[in-house]
């Protein structure tokens, strides 16, 4: 495969902050039906936890994380993501949706049309923005969890699109076209700044299957935002998919080549990374499907415990320790 045609394959995960981690895996679990798949820690700040929920079984590109920080509220603006979508397969799942929603007492707008999909917009309690995004079956089908409170019909199948808003396009656009091949295929006005517009990306703008949400990053252009300070509610990073090793280890010689700062190689256990910021400010990352999230789990019993990767396994005493009660 040569450089020009990699392509990513979706979304892999979205990692953002909570300051209030049970009330998060509540919400996350109960309110929205995600299962706790992995229960883990920040292998860079071992203090705080990270929570990873996801389908049954924790398929790439269905999972949002959480890094269990205990920060003040993020401080709206640009460079940052700031709205994910979750999608569902029908107007009838979001018509479920804004009814369980109403029902749980969560805050949330009424179902609208955006770039030419239904849709409804809410905040978790920390005001994590989110949005509930018909599909139409776009995208791989997730695998229900039967411990899932919403029926299989209505849950969640996974992220897309996420938006991220930089105060102008040309340098986020250089990057996305030159150096991820991304191509952009429309405009829309945006729903969250009157006069301004959102430019949609493609992944893979010439593979069938990667029509759709699912394969879409939205990109709002708002110079008139400060930006925005990390917090609570805010997002980390987004992350990418690569479909094995070998092309991951191609992104990196391409990244590096083209001279882009990036994180290098590094190996989360259950998938492995790469790191770099774009030059809007949002930090992405590529992240390889595998091994997956039973690699040292049984499926059975996914987010049960805490499970650290082995380079972290003779500290685990002390890291418990510093860990407060999730249950």
Do not use: C
Request: aromatic content about 8%.
């Amino acid at each position: 495969m040569a450089d020009g045609d990699l392509r990513f394959g979706g979304f892999h995960h979205l990692t953002a902050v909570s300051a209030r981690i049970r009330d998060n895996k509540r919400f996350y679990t109960e309110t929205l039906g995600l299962r706790l798949v992995k229960r883990s820690v920040n292998q860079d700040d071992t203090s705080a936890y990270h929570l990873f929920y996801a389908d049954a079984v924790g398929s790439p590109g269905t999972d949002i994380t959480f890094f269990d920080w205990r920060l003040p509220r993020e401080r709206r603006g640009n460079r940052t993501v700031t709205r994910t979508g979750f999608r569902v397969a029908s107007e009838a799942s979001l018509e479920h949706w804004r009814g369980r929603l109403h029902d749980l007492g969560v805050t949330h707008g009424e179902v609208e049309t955006v770039d030419g999909r239904l849709q409804l917009r809410f905040e978790d309690p920390e005001g994590q923005r989110l949005a509930l995004v018909v599909d139409g079956g776009a995208g791989d089908d997730p695998m229900p969890w039967e411990g899932s409170p919403v029926p299989p019909e209505h849950q969640l199948r996974g992220l897309g699109p996420v938006t991220m808003t930089v105060p102008e396009l040309a340098p986020t656009d250089a990057v996305l076209q030159r150096v991820t091949n991304m191509r952009p295929v429309r405009t829309y006005p945006d729903p969250e700044g009157e006069g301004h517009e959102v430019h949609v990306y493609l992944m893979d703008p010439d593979a069938p299957h990667a029509q759709g949400p699912h394969a879409e990053l939205h990109v709002a252009v708002r110079p008139d935002l400060p930006v925005a300070q990390p917090g609570a509610g805010g997002v980390h990073h987004v992350a990418f998919r690569a479909p094995d090793e070998p092309t991951h280890r191609r992104w990196l010689e391409r990244l590096t080549r083209m001279g882009i700062p990036n994180s290098g190689w590094v190996d989360r256990f259950w998938f492995r990374s790469i790191y770099f910021r774009e030059p809007g400010g949002v930090l992405f990352e590529i992240a390889t499907d595998g091994p997956g999230f039973a690699v040292d789990e049984d499926p059975a019993t996914l987010g049960e415990k805490t499970v650290l990767p082995p380079f972290l396994e003779p500290y685990r005493a002390q890291i418990e320790a510093g860990l407060q009660p999730l249950d």
